[in-house]
């Protein structure tokens, strides 16, 4: 059974650098075919996809929050980091991280989220 | 990143009722779409990957078809349960991963 939560603060100042955690079980991502992602989801509005590391390293970053994002593994913790830089309240939202696999990377596991409140 | 467009935004139905959702890609993303149902409060939940694979444990109502550019979802009959807001994701991974902006299935 593929589990995944995410961790870090609920509350960020603008300006401020955002990490958030993702502590998994279930899969390895030392193993081929594996991923993990995270999306966010601000209040009311529709999911926004942010950043994937695949199990060899690789990584992919939505285009126009690329020069904000950094996601990162460590493998031997089972855990991903993603940070975003230069945080604004239009970033308040409900982030995820979630799993994605079968070799072919669907998303098929999310966690619960958390939500991340922007504000001076 | 390729754009994925979803029609309509809102969706009135009744139970009983065949529905189907559309999701457009700005390019051909081939058979790498994946459709969610989130409802509130919730994180969203895979219903069919690689355009029309139904997730294990998802009801056989739910259908989906489609490759290239234009894919759709359907309902074949509306539960209850079904009234949701429905997600396309295409998964391409020459590129990064992006949502369609949603489809809330309202009860008429």
């Known amino acids: 059974q593929i589990t995944l939560k995410e961790s870090g603060p609920t509350l960020v100042k603008p300006t401020q650098t955002l990490t958030l955690t993702c502590t998994f079980s279930?899969?390895?991502?030392?193993?081929?075919?594996?991923?993990v992602g995270w999306i966010r989801q601000p209040p009311g509005k529709a999911l926004e996809w942010l950043a994937l590391?695949?199990?060899?390293?690789?990584?992919r970053y939505s285009s126009s929050l690329k020069s904000r994002l950094t996601i990162t593994k460590d493998t031997s913790n089972n855990q991903v980091v993603l940070t975003m830089t230069n945080m604004d309240p239009v970033d308040t939202a409900t982030y995820y991280c979630a799993h994605g696999g079968a070799s072919d990377y669907r998303i098929d596991s999310w966690g619960q989220g958390t939500l991340v409140t922007v504000s001076s | 990143d390729i754009q994925m467009t979803q029609s309509p935004s809102t969706l009135s139905a009744s139970v009983g009722d065949r529905v189907t959702i559309t999701c457009r890609a700005s390019q051909s993303i081939g058979p790498w779409l994946a459709w969610y149902q989130q409802k509130p409060g919730k994180a969203p939940k895979l219903l069919i990957y690689k355009a029309s694979n139904l997730e294990s444990g998802v009801p056989s109502r739910f259908s989906g078809s489609g490759s290239g550019v234009e894919f759709t979802l359907t309902i074949s009959s509306l539960q209850p349960d079904d009234f949701a807001t429905y997600y396309c994701q295409q998964y391409n991974s020459r590129f990064p991963y992006t949502f369609g902006q949603g489809t809330k299935l309202e009860i008429k």
């Open positions: 279930g899969f390895s991502l030392r193993s081929s075919g594996e991923a």
């Open positions: 590391i695949y199990w060899d390293g690789d990584k």
